[in-house]
């Protein structure tokens, strides 16, 4: 059987990525429609070897469409994707707008894809934070086998997170410098070329970020118990590719050998952690693979029980578009998507 499809947000960095994934992975998809602004009406997107016209989303009817893919910011899905779930569609959100919403499953289909059994409720399943599930892809296999007791991580960021213009303003920042000319920050709070800033999203009143309150909250719901996580995300000088360093405390005893051979059988990972020089993986190689890579893996000798880990995805597949598609493919591989 093959499906509807409609990628609301095509033109961003994305809605391209999904586009692209769903051809790669030869998605069942009878038709696919791509939806932007009405600033875009009558642009093209390519998907494989066709070109897409953009249809305008403030007049679109999703009468017809069973899945939308929606990358596009909070304002807008809180306006249009009410409008695509009365018409019919599942939408499969990448905002953060439903991803605390009790009705609303938010899933990372290696961790939980049994929580998709509540899409009917809304009609809507989330799509986690970037830096989220990337991390929670590592975690699962090791929460398992020897139940988590405490995580800190400090991430590493790539500009793409923030949209197209972000990249923009690194491009055109690292340019600036080469030539000497002064180029004042517009997206970011400070330089972001030849800098990294400890700050991503807005502060809240107890002096954390929106960006790491998120992954604490996220991290709990898609495992589905409550695990103490504090962290510390960084936006760096790299376009594409998150990288974190995840310390682990566990309640009961777990080996570097051990954690080494579980996140190899486990889904969607793949381990790369030689213990010489290059023997890990950085943002550069992740770029274009769908697998979350797991690297630096050894005791934390600090605490009675504990690992460090070195995460690296490609944020703008895993942490976004590609575990928006595996959202899709879960659907229909678990019989909950009817024409």
């Not at 875009?40 to 016209?53: F, H, N, P, R």
């Given at each position: ?150 995580v800190v991580v ?51 009143t107890d002096g ?128 909950l998507l009817k024409?």
């Open positions: 059987m093959e499906f509807n499809i409609a990628v609301v947000g095509a033109t961003g960095s994305v809605g391209r990525e999904i586009l692209n994934i769903l051809c790669e992975r030869g998605f069942p998809a009878a038709e696919v429609v791509a939806i932007a602004s009405r600033k875009s009406k009558g642009q093209e997107v390519a998907y494989g070897e066709k070109d897409l016209i953009i249809e305008a989303l403030d007049t679109y009817d999703f009468s017809n469409i069973d899945i939308a893919f929606f990358a596009v910011g909070k304002e807008a899905s809180k306006k249009y994707v009410p409008i695509a779930t009365k018409a019919g569609a599942i939408v499969i959100d990448n905002s953060s707008l439903y991803r605390m919403d009790p009705d609303v499953p938010l899933v990372v289909p290696e961790v939980n894809p049994h929580d998709l059994v509540g899409v009917h409720k809304k009609n809507i399943i989330a799509n986690p934070n970037c830096s989220t599930a990337q991390m929670v892809v590592a975690l699962k296999p090791l929460h398992d086998e020897a139940k988590i007791k405490r400090s991430t590493y960021q790539a500009v793409s997170g923030a949209g197209n213009d972000a990249m923009d303003e690194l491009f055109s920042q690292t340019r600036s410098v080469f030539v000497n000319e002064i180029k004042e920050p517009e997206l970011f709070t400070k330089q972001i070329a030849f800098n990294v800033i400890p700050h991503i999203d807005d502060f809240t954390l970020t929106k960006e790491e309150v998120k992954m604490a909250d996220e991290t709990s719901k898609i495992m589905g118990v409550e695990i103490p996580l504090t962290a510390t995300c960084v936006r760096v000088p790299v376009f594409v590719g998150h990288s974190e360093a995840v310390n682990v405390e566990f309640s009961e005893p777990i080996t570097p050998g051990s954690a080494r051979k579980l996140l190899r059988e486990a889904p969607g990972c793949m381990v790369v952690d030689k213990r010489e020089d290059g023997g890990y993986i950085t943002p550069v190689e992740c770029v274009g693979e769908f697998a979350t890579y797991i690297s630096r893996i050894r005791r934390d000798p600090s605490v009675e029980h504990g690992i460090n880990m070195w995460v690296v995805s490609d944020n703008l597949r895993k942490g976004a578009a590609l575990n928006a598609v595996q959202i899709g493919e879960s659907l229909i591989s678990r019989g024409k």
